[in-house]
């Protein structure tokens, strides 16, 4: 049969040729520093320019003043982060340098070893979009204006307006609040799971090699090597807490909540607190009569607690007093209405934590629970302490307020949810005494995707004396456990690669084998064994990073329990 000449090779190039250059939408191509290589004639048209005019300049250099300042600080970090950027506003300037809005997709291709080749971008022409906002915008205008002309005579109605106007103001920002903590949620969670994998393996291998100096003799060269194990362990460590913090503010972090008495609880951290704020600021602590019980994660609450006393402690350089009380509290329904973020009504405990230091205005109470924020001199500070006690509060259902001015003093009101029903009141602020590690001979199911990490905990559980099988994928556990009769414990990581996570190795695993037990991994908590942000009732959790000891008495604690 004879080819038709549009079937052609050379036809179909040209058609190919001829919807890139003349598509409805603009189609770029950059090199990694955003250099121009190719555009096609639609965008060209757009903006007004020949093509030898636009083929070497870098793309920021397209764009009005806010847009190159969005491309440096949002769109270029984000792109190299997760590869892509979806329906980002952005202005190009033109030959007559009047601004074309546009709409941009991009995604950035890379090599097989993670280097960045170019990107691509999508651009869509948005100018009739912005100008039937900026319809929308006067229409408003012009209704407020007519109501303010009507206002002797439709009083009632006004004050109907009014209302409307606050609750969709009211909704506006409760939806801004969600769209930030979704973002960032977004953001952290990818960096969380493969940073915390890193740092596992790191504080993993840095524990080995302190472990191998103990048995080496005394030297020069040992005590610099310590050293410098001791040094990068720290680094380590801080890394962690840092990512941890971002957790808490996106309300990523698992947490276990019990029954909490917070006046015992402060009683217990007293110590701590005088010591973390110094001999010359005075700390006293009032806890009211009949005090309920609260419902929260007694250990993170602790942490809220010495994160608010530090801040305090930076804000009374010269010294002062932090009192910190509990009491009961009633949130109606009144409060609540007229708050921002969403809130239940009923009853809390509260804790308020109050100094007598400087101060801050009204600007900066605002932002104050931003990640990042700080108002502490560079390098003093990360701005992740008040955003961590945020997200641990609002993660466990509870509000936080904050009230100050300038030369009298913060007040921090933390309110827990009252628990309601019977639970033991967990004994807080017991330190737990180092123990003897103890190994076994059982047989243990290792699951982890990363090559490394699955070496690192196969290695500790090969020490320990456990028999270990290693799989990287939830297919791969499958096919040992069809082959192997005997598995004692599957440890797996909670995010996995094949379409089949830890949470559903698990139940299929048990579903062929009754009571098999399981521990759980992750450095990013997801719906697969986090729910609202508390772990299941039947979830065995071990979070990155971990180290020798907290993986060896995990798995025993697990191995033994009935």
Known sequence: MAMEASDTPEVLDDDLQDLFEHAPCGYLTARPDGRVVRINVTLLSWLGLQRDEVVGRRFQDLLNIAGKIYYETHFSPLLRLQGFFNEVALDFVGADTRLVPVLVNAVERRADDGAAQFVRMTVFNAT????????????????????????????????RVAEEVAERVRAEETLRQSQKMEAIGQLTGGVAHDFNNLLTIILGGLETVGRQLERLAPSPEAERIERAVRMATHGAE???????????????????????????????????????????????????????????????????????????????????????????????????????????????????????????????????????????????????????????????????????????????????????????????????????LHGGRERVLVVEDHEDLLAYSSGVLRELGYDVLEANSGRRALEILQSTQDVDLLFTDVVLPGGMDGRALADEMRRRRPGLKVLFTTGYTRNAIVHNGRLDADVKLITKPFNFRDLAEKVRAVLDAS
């Open 128 to 159: 009739d979009r912005r100008r039937y906002e900026h319809e929308l915008l006067e229409a408003r205008r012009v209704a407020e204006a007519a109501t303010l002309e009507l206002g002797e005579l439709a009083r009632t109605l006004e004050a």
């Open 238 to 436: 801080r890394a962690a807490t840092l990512t941890s913090r971002l957790l808490a503010f996106a309300r990523r972090q698992p947490l276990d909540p019990k029954a909490v008495d917070a006046g015992r609880l402060l009683t217990n951290l007293a110590d701590l607190l005088q010591r973390t704020l110094g001999e010359t600021i005075e700390l006293e602590t009032v806890s009211g009569a009949g005090l309920w019980r609260a419902l929260a994660d007694p250990n993170e609450l602790e942490n809220a607690l010495v994160n608010l006393a530090v801040n305090a402690r930076d804000a009374m350089p010269a010294g002062g007093r932090l009192t910190i009380e509990t009491s009961n509290a009633q949130l109606d329904e009144a409060y609540v209405h007229d708050l921002a973020e969403p809130v239940a009504a009923g009853q809390y405990v509260l804790i308020a934590v109050s100094d007598s230091g400087s101060g801050m205005a009204a600007d900066t109470l605002v932002k104050v629970f931003e990640p990042f924020f700080t108002t502490k001199e560079a390098g003093k500070g990360t701005g992740l302490g008040l955003s961590q006690v945020y997200g641990f509060v609002r993660q466990s259902n509870g509000h936080i307020r904050i009230y100050s001015e300038v030369g009298e003093g913060t007040t921090v009101k933390i309110y827990l949810p009252r628990l309601v029903g019977e639970a033991t009141v967990v004994d807080e602020g017991v330190a737990r005494l180092p123990t003897r």
